[in-house]
Nanobody, 125 residues
């Protein structure tokens, strides 16, 4: 069973930065895809970014491209999302997700099998 635990959320002003972390038990395996999703109140869950287990195949949603960076530290069993130049529209619950596969699938919530509980990010104007 894969366990994912997010941390690092909080409240910041527009233009600020946050770094989310996801402690994951999946790093004992070799072929998987890790991703970040977010969900704002009243909206569907949206894919933010993904990264393959060997660090290749990173992908970003257009809404965060150039501002967010996904990375992972296999030695620390941790996935990160560095978020810079935050906007009020980035306000959401952020979720870490994972699936075992030989590549990263399209960034849709239905393509990921394991989920964390989420961490709240609030950006004020």
């Amino acid at each position: 069973q894969v366990q994912l635990v997010e941390s690092g959320g909080g409240s910041v002003q527009a233009g600020g930065s946050l770094r989310l972390s996801c402690a994951a038990s999946i790093y004992a395996y070799s072929s998987y895809c890790m991703a970040w999703f977010r969900q704002a109140p009243g909206k569907e869950r949206e894919g933010v970014a993904h990264i393959y287990s060997d660090g290749s195949n990173t992908y970003y949603a257009d809404s965060v491209k150039g501002r967010f960076t996904i990375s992972q530290d296999n030695a620390k069993n941790t996935l990160y999302l560095q978020m810079n130049s935050l906007k009020p529209d980035d306000t959401a619950m952020y979720y870490c997700a994972a699936r075992f596969w030989t590549f990263c699938p399209p960034l849709s919530s239905t393509n990921f099998h394991y989920w964390g509980q989420g961490t709240q990010v609030t950006v004020s104007s």
